[in-house]
């Protein structure tokens, strides 16, 4: 069955630079979320879209912002990269926000 | 104090052992619960999805929901090393505003 697909798996960036995490969701599935999870920490809700609109908000920082695309695809674009951005990125989809999310493998950025 | 508390471990059994893991929780409007286990490096992966109080069983798993206590449970019977990962707790509000709120995580050893 096809999955949550991210891109990158892995990305180095440089304090200041700009990174774009690409999230392809579950066919059908018509709510994206983004998610962030420091080492040794909890996955920590950014931002969802629901049919292409954003739906709802967490803790995502000013620096970051995100949209879907009519292809249902996702990007989170995050600007001025600081050394504290470095973790994992998880994108996640369902179909209607009452079942449990699925999760992709997620983007490792790392910050130097 | 977080919403959501969940002992982080590591909690160490032998093989074939049942395990029990728990969270805590103090928001009283969370009505979806779920569990997620998590491979080092890896994407949340859903195992369980409770709507009311009660046990739900699938296979080897098992999830309990006691809503009056707020307090929710995962056992793992006939427990193998394969299960070793960390296991995270998530809750959901009605309609999903805020995303899921999830437990720190528990890591699990499961010792041949």
């Known amino acids: 069955a096809a999955g949550v697909i991210q891109s990158p798996r892995h990305l180095i960036k440089e304090k200041r630079e700009t990174a774009t995490l690409k999230c392809y969701p579950i066919?059908?599935?018509?709510?994206v979320y983004w998610y962030q999870q420091g080492p040794g920490q909890d996955p920590q809700f950014l931002i969802s879209?629901?049919?292409?609109?954003?739906?709802d908000k967490g803790s995502i920082p000013d620096r970051f912002s995100a949209q879907q695309f009519s292809d249902y695809h996702s990007e989170l674009n995050m600007s001025s990269l600081e050394l504290g951005d470095s973790a994992l990125y998880f994108c996640a989809s369902s179909r209607r926000a009452l079942y449990g999310y699925t999760f992709g493998s997620g983007t490792r950025l790392t910050v130097v | 104090q977080k919403e959501v508390e969940q002992d982080p471990g590591p909690l160490s059994v032998p093989e074939g052992a049942i395990v029990s893991l728990n969270c805590t929780y103090s928001n009283s409007a969370f009505q979806y619960f779920m569990w997620y286990r998590q491979y080092s490096r890896k994407g949340p992966e859903l195992l369980m999805y409770?709507?009311?109080?009660g046990n739900k069983e699938d296979g080897r798993f098992t999830a309990q929901v006691d809503k009056s206590s707020k307090y929710i449970s995962l056992f793992i019977r006939d427990s193998q090393p394969s299960d070793s990962a960390t296991y995270l707790c998530?809750?959901?509000?009605?309609?999903?505003?805020?995303?899921?709120?999830f437990g720190k995580g528990t890591h699990l050893i499961i010792q041949p």
């Open positions: 998530a809750m959901m509000v009605e309609g999903g505003a805020d995303g899921l709120t």
């Open positions: 409770t709507y009311s109080s």
């Open positions: 879209f629901y049919e292409k609109m954003q739906s």
């Open positions: 066919p059908r599935h018509d709510t």
